[in-house]
């Protein structure tokens, strides 16, 4: 044989479903019997294997190993493996959303002040409290900082102007409609 095509190396293989326990897979002869018939009982031998033989041993190796990761998730093959795996991070995903908008909804509810959002993350984090509306509400008791200053509603930036409309007769006048118009929407609108 070639020099190149050989590989020295002790290995000892354990016999696998697919292997025959009657032959030895680098040779193809009989495993050595003393003369009771059984297997001699002599430590292995170092061996010498083909690149061939050694490819052949890892690729069985190395295909055991991938259909046991398939068995554990439950997919036949790699592709399955990738779209479970997509799932997954899709998965955490929506559930950083959740947390996120019921972290939300909690400051809103307890009229938290927006600009101190981050400073409740940071020391919910720094106490290494789990954040719910609950464990918020005990730590406003001691923290109302936390909170709006005015618990009044914000007020719009334009004031709100009503019209009355009169229930006398009604002019169905271009012009009178035009006015209406007007005095509702704004006159910068008609001009």
Do not use: C
């Not at 052949?56 to 997919?75: A, E, H, M």
């Not at 509400?137 to 909170?147: A, F, I, V």
């Amino acid at each position: 044989m070639d020099n190149e095509n050989q590989v020295t190396s002790v290995v000892t293989e354990q016999p696998t479903g697919t292997d025959s326990p009657a032959t030895n897979e680098s040779t193809g002869s009989a495993p050595e019997t003393n003369a009771t018939g059984s297997k001699s009982a002599s430590q292995p031998a170092e061996r010498t294997f083909t690149r061939d033989e050694v490819t052949r041993i890892l690729k069985r190796r190395i295909d055991r190993y991938q259909n046991s990761v398939f068995n554990k998730y439950g997919v036949k093959d790699s592709t399955e493996l990738d779209a479970l795996f997509e799932k997954a991070k899709g998965y955490d995903d929506i559930i950083k959303s959740r947390d996120e908008l019921t972290e939300k909804v909690a400051f809103l509810g307890n009229n938290i002040n927006p600009d101190r959002y981050d400073d409740i993350r940071t020391y919910f984090k720094g106490k290494g409290l789990q954040f719910s509306e609950d464990e918020l509400k005990r730590q406003l008791e001691t923290h109302p900082e936390w909170l709006n200053k005015s618990s009044e509603p914000e007020k719009p930036s334009k004031p709100i102007t009503t019209i009355k409309v009169g229930t006398g007769t009604h002019s169905s006048s271009p012009t009178g409609e035009k006015e209406l118009a007007k005095k509702i929407f704004g006159d910068d609108l008609f001009d």
